[in-house]
């Protein structure tokens, strides 16, 4: 009976190491960011669009976190125009970290998957230059835009940066929380910000002395 006790204990112990080793940090570039905020850059699941005024999810990321977020996000923005606008919305800026949310307006215009892919690895490049950390923010869910998610996770791996997976999953499929066939309301949009805030924070030094009264 001894022994078979000390079987199980030797399994759960095994079993706690793994799981808790599958759990640990991912090592992503720049951690050690100077930058004072947080930037949503992305096209109209960043915007805000279907929520009223102040229900986006980087205002709901902002009531979770110490850090100021802005929503640099604009309604219908593909990768093509977001390079245009990088210097200036976010380079220019001082971040700490950028949250980077594109793939539904190049898929609905028929830019190439590899050409989406390439851009948003020239816009990591160039903000990991700058001196910020990045997450990747997957906007698939299921089978729906399953070929970006593999895409990205693989992008996300070779660039170091934080992926964070599927964020519309059982959003999508709920009508409580979405204002059309695809975007969320504002119920949706602050189960976004807590699902993203649960993946950026171990990366996070939050300062509490941080003004979060900077403009958006």
Not at 41 to 52: E, L, M, N
């Amino acid at each position: 009976m001894k022994k078979n006790n000390a079987s199980v204990f030797l399994i759960v112990a095994v079993c706690g190491g793994m799981l808790f080793a599958g759990c640990a940090k991912k090592e992503i570039k720049n951690t050690d960011s100077q930058g004072k905020i947080i930037i949503c850059f992305g096209d109209s699941i960043t915007f805000g669009y279907g929520a009223q005024p102040g229900e986006d999810y980087p205002a709901a990321l902002r009531k979770l976190t110490k850090i100021p977020v802005i929503n640099s996000g604009i309604d219908g923005d593909t990768t093509i125009e977001a390079l245009k606008r990088l210097k200036s919305d976010i380079l220019d800026r001082n971040p700490r970290l950028v949250l980077i949310e594109f793939c539904g307006n190049d898929f609905l215009r028929k830019t190439p998957l590899e050409v989406t892919v390439k851009n948003i690895g020239e816009m990591i490049d160039r903000i990991h230059e700058k001196g910020a950390m990045v997450a990747l923010v997957d906007i698939s869910a299921g089978m729906f835009l399953r070929e970006y998610r593999i895409a990205f996770a693989k992008l996300a791996n070779e660039k170091q940066v934080i992926f964070i997976a599927q964020v519309l999953n059982k959003i999508v499929t709920n009508p409580s929380m979405k204002s059309d066939f695809l975007h969320p309301n504002g119920k949706g949009y602050a189960e976004i910000a807590t699902r993203i805030y649960q993946a950026i924070q171990p990366y996070l030094k939050e300062d509490l002395s941080v003004d979060k009264s900077s403009p958006n």
